[in-house]
């Protein structure tokens, strides 16, 4: 089934496409430079400073690629919500919704991961100190 978006929403729309489309591109590209950039790093024989500050940087990327995602799944949102409006609901726009929960879910996940990273990058930080 395909939902034609609301005459009234046609601006918001094209907006909100573009918008995806950069932030999808960015996300790419954003994990993959970090991909890249901590591939092309070797792992010490002992934790120091500059390895913590490459650390940093690929935590940078990828927290970039999350913030990136963050942002496509709320113009999915808009999107969804666009195509939505104005049709009566139906086993049919269960999929749509579902999809965007499973979206907002990896996001989550991602970040979660992110944030866990950089506790443990600050704990090993922390024990440099010592």
């Known amino acids: 089934m395909r939902w034609e978006p609301n005459q009234d929403f046609s601006a918001l729309s094209a907006i909100a496409l573009s918008i995806d489309r950069y932030a999808t591109v960015l996300a790419i590209v954003a994990a993959l430079i970090g991909c890249a950039y901590i591939a092309t790093r070797r792992a010490p ?3 120091d400073w500059s390895y913590r500050k490459q650390l940093n940087r690929c935590i940078v990327l990828c927290g ?16 969804t919500g666009v195509g939505l409006s104005g049709t009566r609901w139906c086993t049919a726009t269960v999929v749509p919704v579902l999809s965007l ?13 992110i944030r866990t990273t950089i506790r443990r990058t600050q704990l090993a930080g922390s024990l440099l100190r010592d």
Not at 64 to 79: H, K, M, Y
Not at 101 to 113: D, K, M, R, T
């Open 45 to 47: 024989s002992r934790v």
């Open 64 to 79: 970039a690629s999350a913030t990136a995602l963050s942002l496509c799944v709320a113009t999915e949102v808009v999107l």
């Open 101 to 113: 929960w499973v979206e907002i879910a990896a996001v989550i996940g991602f970040v979660l991961s």
